[in-house]
């Protein structure tokens, strides 16, 4: 009898592991290995961070050295902090406590995360569409010049982008499924994506009120809000601690992290919208230096209150020009070539490729070949079976393009939805692989 009951699982074991070895294992080695050698010749194995990637840096050797997750100012004692989202730092600290203090040791887990975007973008595609949008949609990404570009930085988008594609899974999974564990299990990855980063905290809003019509039509309105609130409630569970320890060093609620106040003033103030250059994007150097003039004596909380006023502030002096700001902004969040200066030294002094860059720039092809091809995607799929389903790419996208408006553009606030235009991508050329084989549409999926 237990013979019986194993023999229909051989041919399903026998295709994970055909899977696993042909498709999977491969997918994840190119991807890890084109972001290494990028590491390698850009940073190189000695390499420093600076800007952000020096104050993740910090903390996490901070935690390492068992000083906590803090900040020190030069030649001052460390103290608590919240203005770095915990999660990176975390997971770096983990490995510098078997490494060292090795730089390049964090880029090499930055290419890992980067690595695994790939597969977690195929698992989400396969999904809300079906397994072989998933393979092309995750080679794609595996090559993104963008991607491979920025997995060689120690940044909180790296981290944020699988954490990110991680809960939209997890999601798609509760969608199609509508039980309510997993409900829990998305509150849950939408947790650990807004630990990563804080842009992530308001999006499982947007995916309680796509699931309302994604979900089983079988669910009563009881049952749905019972599920919603059981994401919710994983989203909290997961928040909790260090909402908690923040409540307990700072005084203060603060569900992520302090800098939402001093970003939303970096792209909404007089100095950077009297810059034509800077206008729409990010401030510079010299803005830095000004504020910290201006907010001098101040903790993190107050300085991070008082740049949201005066950001606010500014906003509202010139409600004649939001029209013009969004305009400014987006054409930055949308720009199909690579930042101009400005945003410091992302190859190492004597590195081959701080010529080549200048003349050789990948963004502008792969974006003329990608984006027409998202948008064909996004019009196949809107007019595709179980089309609200499938649109919480779309959705993500959309609140991705409005949170550019709100802050400002640039290639690091795109890149969290990179993978999904990727995906939209792979919808046509698998659609038109069909067409010139002569084979039938794929069905949508099922819920279950």
């Known amino acids: 009898m237990m013979a019986q009951a194993a023999e229909p699982l051989a041919p399903r074991a026998r295709h994970g592991a055909t899977a696993l070895w042909r498709i999977w294992l491969p997918l994840f080695v190119v991807g890890l290995a084109l972001r290494v050698a990028y590491a390698i010749v850009a940073v190189g194995v000695h390499g420093r961070p600076f800007s952000d990637p020096a104050e993740y840096d910090a903390v996490a050797w901070n935690l390492t050295r068992g000083l906590g997750f803090s900040l020190a100012p030069p030649g001052g004692s460390p103290y608590p902090t919240a203005v770095t989202p915990p999660l990176l730092p975390a997971i770096v600290s983990l490995l510098y406590a078997v490494a060292g203090h090795r730089y390049f040791a964090a880029l090499l887990l930055q290419c890992v995360l980067g690595a695994c975007v790939p597969l977690l973008l195929a698992a989400l595609a396969a999904s ?84 309302w019509g994604a979900l089983p039509p079988r669910l009563t309105p009881r049952r749905r809000l019972g599920q919603a609130a059981l994401l919710l409630l994983g989203l909290a569970i997961t928040l909790a601690p260090w909402t908690v320890r923040n409540a307990r060093l700072l005084h203060a609620f603060v569900p992520v992290a302090t800098r939402g ?81 400005g945003t410091g030294t992302w190859q190492r002094p004597g590195s081959p490729l701080a010529g080549v860059l200048r003349r ?89």
């Open 128 to 211: 809300l569409l079906d397994r072989r949008v998933g393979i092309v949609s995750g080679w794609l990404c595996a090559v993104h010049p963008l991607l491979v570009f920025f997995s060689a930085y120690l940044l909180t988008e790296n981290l944020l982008l699988p954490a990110t594609l991680l809960a939209l899974w997890l999601s798609a999974l509760w969608a199609r499924r509508g039980r309510g564990g997993w409900a829990f299990g998305a509150g849950v990855g939408w947790g650990l994506a807004s630990l990563a980063r804080p842009t992530a905290l308001p999006l499982p809003l947007v995916v309680v009120g796509w699931a």
């Open 360 to 448: 050789v720039d990948p963004l502008p092809v792969w974006s003329l070949l990608v984006f027409p091809l998202a948008l064909a995607g996004g019009v196949l799929l809107l007019a595709a079976p179980r089309r609200w389903l499938r649109s919480l790419v779309l959705w993500v996208i959309l609140y991705f393009n409005l949170l550019a408006v709100a802050f400002w553009g640039s290639l690091r606030m795109r890149l969290p939805i990179e993978p999904l235009l990727v995906l939209l991508a792979a919808v046509p050329l698998v659609a038109v692989w069909d067409r010139v084989r002569g084979r039938p549409p794929r069905p949508a999926p099922e819920s279950e």
């Open 261 to 341: 106040g001093g970003a939303l003033w970096v792209g909404n103030n007089p100095q950077v919208w009297a810059d034509l250059l800077r206008r729409g994007g990010g401030a510079e150097r010299s803005f830095y230096d000004y504020a910290e003039e201006q907010f001098r004596g101040l903790d993190e909380i107050q300085r991070d209150a008082l740049a949201r006023r005066r950001a606010l502030q500014f906003l509202l002096e010139h409600r004649a020009l939001w029209p013009e700001m969004a305009a400014v902004k987006l054409r930055r969040f949308w720009r199909i070539s690579a930042e101009g200066g």
